[in-house]
C-alpha cells in the first residue's frame, strides 16, 4: 500500500466538493508527519480556500509542517484567481516535499506550481494514483481539452424497452420510483446544466430543478427551434437561469425570469453550435434528460461522456422506444432501490 493510502485518502475527500467545486477541479489534500495524518482538506466551493490551504490550516502544530509531506490530487496551483496561488503557501510554510497525483491540463498552471515548487528547492514528486486523479476530474479535464462540457445522459425505460406511450393528452408515464427520482435530483445537482428538448418540455413541463436533494439546481437549457413553447411552463418561471436555443434572429429585446438565449446559425449543424456555446458560458458538466430523439442525435454522434439507464419493472407494449445505444457499448449493472441501472461509461481515458 505505501503511500498510496495517502493519495486514496485525498480522492476521497475530493469528491465531497462535487456538487460546489464547478468550474474549478475537485481536489483533496492531506498532509503527513512521522507516519501519521496531522492535516486534511479539500476544495469545498468555488472562489473558496483550495484543498492544500485547508489542509495546512488544519495541522494544529505548525511546527510539524517542515518536516512534513503534503499528499495533494492535482498540481498546487501558481497564478492568482479567487485566490491566492497554493504553491506559494507551501513554499511559506517551509514544507518540504510534495507528492503529486497528477499535473494540472488547466493552462494557467499546466506544470508551473510544480516549477515553483521545485525552484524554491522542495522535493516534489508527480503521478502517485496518475490515472485515479484524472478521473475524479474528468469533467474538468474534459472541458478544458474537448472545448465542451462533459455531457451525461439519463432515462428510464420499461422493461419492454420504452420511454413513454405515444400520447397526445400531455400526461406523462411515470417509469422511475419516488427514490429513484430522488436519485435523478442527486444528478442535476452534481451538474452545471441540465438539457431537455422541445417535444420533453411542451409534453412534460418539467422544472428541471433539485428539490428531493441537497445541492445548487443547474442552469436550464432547452430546445426551442421556432421559439414556439408557451410562457406559463415551468421552464421560465424565473426559479433558475434558462438557456433557450433557438435559430430565430428576431430574439425577444427584453430577458426576463432569468431567460438568456442561445442562437445558433444552422439547426442542421446544432449540435458542434451549442456544445461550443455551452464552453463559452463556462458551464463544465451537462445532464441530458430529453427524449428520444435529442437522447439518439447526442448518442450517434458520440457527443456523450456517460450514461444511466433506469429499468423499470412496468412492462408498456409500445410507444417511444428508449434510445439505441449499441450492444459493443460497455456498461455495468448497478442496483439502486430495487431497480437495476446500466451505467455506460465513463468513456474517459485516463492516460490521454
Not at 468555488?46 to 490550516?57: D, F, L, P, Q, S
Request: charged share 25%.
Amino acid at each position: 500500500m505505501g503511500e498510496e493510502k495517502y493519495m486514496r485518502r485525498c480522492i476521497e475527500l475530493a469528491q465531497n466538493g462535487l456538487c460546489h467545486t464547478a468550474p474549478n477541479p475537485m481536489v483533496g489534500a492531506v498532509i503527513v508527519c512521522d507516519g501519521k495524518i496531522i492535516g486534511e482538506g479539500y476544495h469545498v466551493r468555488c472562489g473558496e480556500a483550495h484543498a492544500e490551504v485547508n489542509a495546512i490550516r488544519s495541522v494544529q502544530d505548525a511546527g510539524l509542517l517542515k518536516r512534513s509531506t503534503l499528499y495533494v490530487s492535482l498540481e498546487p496551483c501558481a497564478h492568482y484567481g479567487k485566490t491566492p496561488p497554493c504553491a506559494d503557501l507551501i513554499v511559506e510554510k517551509q514544507i518540504p516535499r510534495i507528492v503529486v497525483g497528477c499535473a494540472d491540463p488547466f493552462s494557467k498552471v499546466a506544470g508551473r506550481g510544480i516549477q515553483k515548487l521545485r525552484d524554491a528547492g522542495r522535493e516534489v514528486e508527480v503521478g502517485l494514483l496518475e490515472a485515479e486523479c484524472r478521473h475524479l476530474i474528468r469533467r474538468f479535464i474534459t472541458f478544458h481539452v474537448k472545448k465542451r462540457p462533459y455531457i451525461t445522459l439519463k432515462w428510464a425505460e420499461s422493461a419492454d424497452g420504452y420511454i413513454d406511450l405515444s400520447r397526445e393528452d400531455g400526461v406523462p408515464v411515470i417509469l422511475s420510483s419516488p427514490q429513484t427520482s430522488m436519485l435523478a435530483h442527486k444528478r442535476r445537482a452534481e451538474h452545471s446544466a441540465v438539457m431537455v428538448g422541445t417535444r420533453t418540455a411542451l409534453l412534460d413541463n418539467p422544472a428541471l430543478t433539485v428539490r428531493d436533494w441537497h445541492g445548487p439546481s443547474p442552469a436550464r437549457v432547452v430546445l426551442d427551434r421556432r421559439l414556439e413553447l408557451p410562457p406559463d411552463l415551468k421552464l421560465f418561471n424565473g426559479e433558475v437561469r434558462t438557456l433557450v436555443v433557438t435559430d430565430r434572429k428576431d430574439l425577444p429585446s427584453i430577458n426576463i425570469n432569468k431567460v438568456e438565449y442561445i442562437q445558433v446559425d444552422d439547426w442542421q449543424d446544432l449540435l458542434p453550435q451549442l456544445m461550443s456555446a455551452l464552453y463559452g458560458l463556462g458551464l463544465q458538466s451537462l445532464l441530458v434528460e430529453g427524449g428520444h430523439c435529442l437522447l439518439q442525435s447526442l448518442i450517434d454522434a458520440g457527443l456523450w461522456d456517460e450514461g444511466f439507464v433506469e429499468r423499470a419493472p412496468r412492462l408498456l407494449g409500445s410507444g417511444v422506444k428508449a434510445p439505441e445505444v449499441g450492444r459493443q457499448v460497455p456498461y455495468e449493472v448497478e442496483r439502486w432501490f430495487g431497480r437495476d441501472y446500466l451505467h455506460y461509461g465513463p468513456f474517459f481515458d485516463a492516460e490521454s
